[in-house]
Structure formats: C-alpha cells, structure tokens
C-alpha cells in the first residue's frame, strides 16, 4: 500500500524500514540495560537513530548533554503529544539539561492567531501536562522564539544564529523540504536550526553534545539544520543526533494522530464519556466484520488501534499484553472486549493526570520565570 511522509503530512500505512533507507538514518542496536526499563525503547517504539552513539557515551561517561525539543502551539495536547513528554522526561532523569521551544512565530504564520493567544495555548495546553506528567522546573529552558531571552548576549547570539544559518542553505534545500516555498517557511526553517544548534554557543552551554527525539517525519528539518551548521564558519559544532519514534495512529487509523480532528485524538481533559465515546465509535478495528468470523479467524492487534494504543501507553506488563495479544488474535477476545479495557486503562490514567494538572498550575511561574 502507499504511504507518503512529509513535516505537513503522514498518511497511509507507513512502511518503517523503507524509510529507514529513504531518510539514511539507522536502526537502533543495543541499549544499555536501563533503557530497557523503558517502555518505549524495551517495544522498538523509537526505532531509529542518527549519532545517537555520541549521546549514549556522553551518558555512560556521565557527561553533561542537551535534549532540545520543540512544540506548535496549534490545539488540544493529546496522546500524541505524550509520546515526546516521556521521552524528555525520562532524560532529565538522566542529566540532561532540556531546551523547550515554543514555534510561536512558525505558528503565527500557519495558524492564523496572535501571538498572545499562542503563548496562552503553550502554557495552558502543553506546559501544564508536562509538568503532570512529570517535568521538574530544575535544568529546563521553556522559552518562546518571539522572545528567546530577556538577556540581551543570549538572545542576540540566538537571532544571529538564526539569521547567520541563511548563508549556508541553498534554495534548493529548502525547495527539497518544503516545496513551495514562502518566507514564513524559510524563516520558519532558520529558526528551527537555530533552536537545535543554539545550546551550543558559548552564551549558553558551550560545545556540549545535543539531541532531538521526533517522529521520523521531522527528519528533513534535521538534515537541512545540519547541513547548515556542518558548513557553518562561525562556529565549530557537534552535529545533532537524534531518534525516531513510531506515529501515534489516529482513533480511525493510519497515518497519525492530529490536532486538527477531534475525532481523532484523546485528549488529556476529555472526560470518562468521552474517552468511552470516542473509543467506541472512532478507535479503528483489527477485528471481523462478526462475532463468529471473529471467532474463527481471530483479529489482527497490528492494525488495531486499541491493542496499539495498550502497547505504547497503557499496559506496561509486558506478559499481559502478550496475553490480550494472543487473545485477540485467536478470537478469544472480541474487540467490544478489547476496547473496554483500553477504555478503563485510559480513564484510571486520566482521573490522575487530570489531578495532576491543577497542581501543576502552581508551578507554571518557576519555568516561566527561568527565562532570562
């Protein structure tokens, strides 16, 4: 079947190691141990890599390093979102000092809104759950590119980079990513690079290993930033490494999940009924058109976005999943039973999270705060 994977667009039934080929990155080998203990990394859930190596040495040799990562202030945080606050998550854990970019000024020129209101989502839709899910204030630099620093070197030296990067970039890269072409995408496109490499100026941390994990559809931004900043005179920097992880299928299936439907998506402030709901009506089946088909031949947990959504969230025992996966696929289960335990699985989750945010609320200022 065909597939297409762009930054503006993943749809179809996306063919992994094809575009492990395409995109030149690589599969990832073995793991420390203590990888392993995450659920994302022990189920192949980030499955890829480019110069991940250098980060894995840093963190044996206990050396400092940077995750840099960044989010669209577009709508509702939903489980897609949460795939990538696990990841920077489970890093600070492991010392790594975390950049936060809010593309509010990418945003203000594809979303149609006032930087006000973007800034109000970035805070209320996606800081607020990071810090449910687990963020601590202490190593974070949450910042927005409409005002990088309240520190005129730091923000200065961030502009220039940006602006800088123009000189190393041909037209026809930037054609190559985003087709046609416009002066918000381009501008869009220094400041990203910027974003990835600016940890490294001596304004901030310094030559100082540095890493994104994305989903493999933002792998042509990568290439065009360290295409830029392997040619860059200026400064000598460490190229950026990064990892891949798997889309987050959308409740109908295929492609990814998206902000921009929600029927779509589970968000983090929908209620029990509409979690059910939503499962319910929407959640893609891997099962027979009947029951006694479905008895027979079984379902198919690979396509099925119940089963998917147990296996990179909500169910961490890996011999229970194994054994709702032989279920399912031997017809023992039937996917109204299927759906009813994902269901639960998501509401238990959600009744605490959702708690879990009006704490956070507390602690919104000392990140914000931080920006200096």
Known sequence: ???????????????????????????????PEFFNRNLLFRRKIIFAHRDFNIILDTIKNKKKFVMMTGLMPSGKFHLGHM???????????LGAKIYIAVADLEAYNARQKSLAELKKVAIEQYLINYIALGLSPKNVDFYFQSERSKDAKKSNAFYTLASNFSRYATFNEFKGVYGNITPGKMNASLLQASDMYHPQLPEFEG??????????????????????????????????????????????????MS?????????????????KRKINKYAFSGGKESTSEHRKKGGNPD??????????????????????????RSGEMLTSELKKILINKINTFLKQHQKNREKARKLVNSFIIQRR
């Not at 993943?10 to 395409?22: A, S």
């Not at 795939?83 to 854990?93: C, G, P, W």
């Not at 860059?232 to 295929?254: C, E, M, Q, V």
């Not at 968000?267 to 509409?274: F, Q």
């Open 1 to 31: 079947m065909s597939f297409k994977v762009s930054p503006w667009e993943v749809k179809g039934c996306i063919d992994y190691k094809k575009l492990v080929k395409e995109f030149g990155i690589k599969p990832l080998g073995k793991l």
């Open 83 to 93: 795939i990538l606050a696990q990841q920077f998550i489970f890093y600070q854990k």
């Open 207 to 256: 030559i100082i290993p540095t890493f994104i994990p994305v989903g493999v559809d933002q792998d042509p931004h990568i290439r065009l930033a360290r295409g830029m900043a392997n040619r860059n005179k200026d400064h000598k920097f460490i190229p950026i490494a990064s990892t891949y992880h798997l889309f987050i299928p959308g409740l109908k299936g295929g492609g990814k």
């Open 259 to 275: 902000s921009s439907d929600p029927s779509s998506f589970i968000a983090m402030t929908d209620s029990p009924e509409e979690v």
């Open 303 to 328: 396509i099925d976005v119940s089963f998917q959504y147990l296996k990179m969230f909500f169910e961490p025992d890996d011999k229970k999943l194994a054994e709702i996966e032989r279920k399912y």
